[in-house]
């Protein structure tokens, strides 16, 4: 399984470390920044990522900025991508598991390196339940992205 990283300038570090850190269990796909500059968008990094896992369905993405709300809004503009910001471990495995999400947006200003990983461990870990009602969600938010 492919995981693309990739962060703005805030989250340029921790990227890294997580990246590092995950790359022992996973295909880890850096997608930048590859040197830190504070004048880096978020929205080029997202788009990046998103892009990447629309065309690798089989894949996962992880988004990380100081707040990772304008990663998600971002990565959440791409056909076929469910990011979701998460805090914690319960919100990783509900948005996995009920949402299927397929990015991972992480606030760096708000989380450890500790944290970031157990999160990004139990997102890539739970499996998306496949129960009808969210399958039907699922659809009812692709009939909203083609309404438009």
Known sequence: MNVYIASDHAGFI??????EKIGK???????GPKELNPSDDYPIYAERVGTAVADDPNSFGILV??????MEIAANKIDGIRAALVWNK????ETRQ????????LPSG???LEQMFEITETFLNTPFSGLKRHKRRIEEIKEIEEEQ
């Open 14 to 19: 921790k990227k890294n470390e997580l990246a």
């Open 25 to 31: 269990k996973y295909e880890v796909i850096d997608l």
């Open 65 to 70: 900025c100081r707040s990772a709300e304008g």
């Open 90 to 93: 319960h919100i990783a495995y």
């Open 98 to 105: 009920d949402n299927d999400s397929n990015v991972l947006t």
């Open 110 to 112: 708000e989380l450890s």
